[in-house]
């Protein structure tokens, strides 16, 4: 009977530093997701993705290049959601377009994801497009069409 109560106790005490110990590290990964979050959107903010892309079935040609720039990058209160101004240069079209674009993570990889997203004067998109090292890669999808991206990313300059 008394080995009952001592093992009831010593579960008791080790569930409840279990708890206390879950409760002191919730904040801390908290705050590391935060200044991963605001890390990103520094690093986002000015920063020129130069590549290129290709059009699935046509591969053998040569690659077409591109050009975005985020001029702007903010964290939104929403999870995951991020408020941005990017620069296109696409075909004919060359603008600043608004967009508010999901960012998910792959352990400490960013992932842009575009999920039937309208562009003005460019139609209706779907992407991942994955950021590490300096580079870019990803897939696309316009309509019918899609492919792959590619490229390097150029920070802003401090």
């Keep these: 009977m008394i080995r009952s109560i001592v093992l009831a106790f010593a579960c008791t005490a080790m569930f409840a530093s279990n708890v206390s110990v879950a409760t ?3 904040p801390t990964e908290s705050t590391e997701s935060e200044a991963r979050e605001l890390r990103l959107a520094k690093y986002l903010s000015g ?3 130069t ?3 290709t059009v699935d079935g046509k591969e053998d040609r040569a690659l077409k290049p591109e050009s975005y720039t ?3 990058c903010e964290k939104l209160p929403e999870a995951d959601m991020y408020s941005m101004k990017v620069a296109i240069k696409y075909g004919d ?3 600043e377009f608004p967009m508010q674009l999901k960012i998910l993570w792959s352990d400490r990889t960013p992932v842009i994801t575009m999920d039937s997203v309208w562009i003005p004067g460019l139609g209706t998109f779907s992407s991942r497009v994955l950021i590490h090292d300096g580079r870019y ?3 696309w999808q316009h309509d019918a069409k ?3 991206l590619f490229g390097k990313i150029t920070p802003a300059k401090e």
Aim: aromatic share 10%.
């Design 70 to 72: 985020i001029n702007s």
């Design 51 to 53: 590549g290129h892309f």
């Design 93 to 95: 079209t060359d603008g």
């Design 47 to 49: 920063a020129t993705f």
């Design 146 to 148: 899609g492919g792959h």
């Design 24 to 26: 002191a590290q919730a």
């Design 137 to 139: 890669a990803g897939t």
